[in-house]
């Protein structure tokens, strides 16, 4: 797509917004375009300005593919939340249909019951030599509308107590069991409904998916090289990125052990009675639960509509993490945005739920010093990351 067109320097390239998504910085970006321009210096074929031409093409190529296929997978992303968001509707429509017809097949049995009942008086009227008794009844048992057979016969006088009471039951039950019976049916075509929705939301998702795989099968084999080159690079970034977190969190916990040890012994040498520290708060026990959940998840890869334990998508993960504090949170990111306590950025604690994208497309558990544990993306895995990578939405404390 890129080889008919004159190439751009790198200096443009990188100041370009396509270059600056496609890659973790401009510093990255100009790396991995020195890296091919080196390789495309050794090659023996063609001028060096063609060779460097060409090396240039390939970078612009694959900054400019990256950063498409960036934007199907956010764009996926999006549709993943839907199709979260419509799988739940059909597992709760479908409860609500067992249900429904669980009670239709119920009432049809006590129908029945009252139909057998009816269908003993009118053998008792037979034996008894009541012929014509018996001719009305079959009649009202065949009846769809029990009340106009009354009507029009008038036979309602010739019943006894006893009877009178069993056509009651039987009327009541039929009426009941015909009302549960179409509440079922309406029920059960709202499932189809959101069945067939599901499947567009999928399908949806797997189109974006698809587009994305084709956009990378058609990379010539030297921008192929540059793309896995920005990836390796992407790659090293957020392990330094969440080497660098540890380090930071190490030292945190070794500073608030040695003030701890200072109190206690400011305190023994004044002989004074310090109360015990009180126990951490409900939320930050739970956040510390929910961090050493997502911290046992790294590695594990992105699949979208996953909740564990074996791949997660963004939203998947975050319930999970805070599940395993023992609360619940929603599946779907736009729920879980409304979770808790908003908290602006500059007071976001370890354990808040960060949120990225005007859609509220992305979610993330922050870990403090600026990074989170988040799924990133379809080829990617759970992993250390920056908030600063994403536009930022809100933070959010559950509660």
């Not at 509440?183 to 929705?197: N, V, W």
């Not at 793309?227 to 330094?240: F, P, S």
């Not at 409304?338 to 922050?366: E, K, Q, T, W």
């Amino acid at each position: 797509m890129g080889s008919h067109r004159k190439p751009r320097g790198r200096t443009a390239l990188l100041e370009s917004p396509a270059g600056r998504r496609g890659v973790v910085g401009v510093g990255a970006a100009a790396l991995a375009s020195m890296t091919l321009l080196s390789r495309a210096a050794s090659a023996d074929d063609g001028s060096i300005e063609e060779q460097r031409e060409r090396a240039e093409a390939a970078h612009e190529r694959a900054v400019e593919v990256r950063a498409e296929v960036d934007r199907l997978y956010r764009e996926a992303g999006t549709a993943t939340q839907h199709y979260n968001e419509a799988q739940e509707a059909v597992e709760a429509q479908q409860e609500t249909v067992d249900g429904l017809l669980t009670e239709a097949a119920q009432a049809a049995e006590r129908v029945n019951e009252a139909r057998r009942t009816l269908g003993s008086f009118a053998a008792a009227q037979y034996r008894t030599g009541g012929g014509g008794a018996v001719s009305d009844t079959a009649a009202l048992l065949l009846s769809t509308d029990p009340r106009a057979f009354f009507d029009r016969t008038h036979t309602l006088d010739r019943l006894g107590d006893a009877q009178r009471q069993a056509l009651a039951d039987f009327t009541e039950r039929q009426e009941a069991a015909t009302a549960q019976g179409e509440e079922a049916g309406a029920a059960l075509a709202a499932l189809e409904e959101r069945q067939a929705e599901l499947q567009r939301q999928q399908e949806s998702v797997q189109s974006m998916l698809a587009e994305a795989r084709a956009m990378l099968d058609d990379l010539s084999a030297e921008e192929q090289a540059e793309l896995d080159e920005l990836e390796r690079l992407e790659r090293e970034e957020a392990e330094r990125q969440a080497a660098e977190a540890e380090r930071r969190r190490q030292e945190r916990l070794a500073a608030e052990r040695a003030a701890a040890e200072e109190a206690a012994a400011e305190a023994e040498a004044a002989e004074e009675s310090v109360e015990a520290p009180s126990a951490p708060a409900p939320d930050a026990s739970g956040a510390e639960a929910a961090i050493a959940f997502a911290e046992s998840q790294l590695g594990k890869p992105y699949v979208w509509g996953a909740t564990g334990p074996n791949s997660y998508d963004c939203s998947g993960l975050t319930q999970a993490a805070w599940r395993a504090a023992g609360v619940e949170l929603p599946r779907v990111t736009w729920d879980q945005v409304d979770a808790g306590s908003r908290v602006s950025r500059d007071a976001l604690r370890p354990g808040d739920l960060v949120f990225f994208y005007d859609d509220i497309s992305h979610v993330g558990l922050y870990v403090g010093d600026g990074m989170m544990i988040h799924a990133p993306k379809p080829g990617a895995v759970v992993r250390y990351e920056s908030i600063d990578t994403m536009p930022f939405y809100a933070g959010v404390r559950p509660s």
